[in-house]
């Protein structure tokens, strides 16, 4: 079946760098974005990032800007989102998230399947 | 961006109807007809209840709804259920491949 399985829990302090990977299966890789969306204790749902794993194109949340960046690796079709100079505000949880239709598809930006999470924990 | 305001709850007895509203600008919601609605139980995963502002995904029964008037998205749930208990989230497409959710609605059943 679909599935989007992360990296296990970081425990990060402030000013560090952050890895999470996001190992893709059940599917043609190639053929959906994949979404990074993070969610702050006692907080709603923040997107992040999105990659065509396609053309390895990504585009960033504006807050985010030169702090983040996706990669992906086709071969073991895995999407990496590194997270730099870590706040405390950074600590949350973050969800790869497939998107819902095929690039193929007309995109409505929706998201369908999601990986099990990953928590952050920036503390001093 | 800020998070699309949405009440923060929002309640109603079985067999009842609710709806949730979502606030956009003419960035995003007004701008694009790429709203989507999702529903989460706390600790599972989010699940996607409508798409394209109107749609419903296979499998999502047809007492949940969508609309859009402007640079206002909303959700109905009719004929409330104790497992449509839940957090309520809008999305919309703000251009240049970038989204902005909504901040969220507790549905409580009452």
């Known amino acids: 079946q679909v599935q989007l399985l992360q990296s296990g829990a970081e425990v990060k302090k402030p000013g560090a760098s952050v890895n999470i990977s996001c190992k893709a299966s059940g599917y043609s890789f190639s053929n959906y974005y994949i979404y990074w969306v993070r969610q702050a204790p006692g907080q709603g749902l923040e997107w992040t990032a999105i990659?065509?794993?396609?053309?390895?194109?990504?585009k960033y949340a504006q807050r985010l800007q030169g702090r983040v960046s996706l990669t992906r690796d086709m071969s073991t079709t895995t999407v990496y989102l590194h997270l730099s100079s870590l706040r405390f505000d950074d600590t949350a949880v973050y969800y790869c998230?497939?998107?819902?239709?095929?690039?193929?598809?007309?995109?409505?930006?929706?998201?369908?399947?999601w990986g099990q999470g990953t928590a952050v924990t920036v503390s001093s | 961006q800020s998070a699309l305001p949405q009440p923060p709850s929002v309640s109603g007895s079985p067999g009842q109807s609710v709806t949730i509203s979502c606030s956009g600008t003419s960035r995003d919601i007004g701008n694009y007809d790429y709203v989507s609605w999702y529903q989460h139980h706390p600790g599972k995963a989010p699940k996607l209840m409508i798409y394209g502002v109107t749609k419903r995904p296979s499998g999502v029964p047809d007492r949940f709804s969508g609309s859009k008037s402007g640079n206002m998205a909303s959700l109905t749930i009719s004929g409330l259920q104790a497992d449509d208990e839940a957090d309520y989230y809008c999305s919309s497409y703000a251009g240049g491949y970038s989204l902005v959710f909504g901040s969220g609605t507790k549905v409580s059943v009452l």
């Open positions: 990659i065509n794993p396609n053309t390895d194109s990504a």
């Open positions: 998230v497939r998107g819902h239709l095929p690039l193929i598809s007309f995109q409505y930006y929706s998201l369908d399947v």
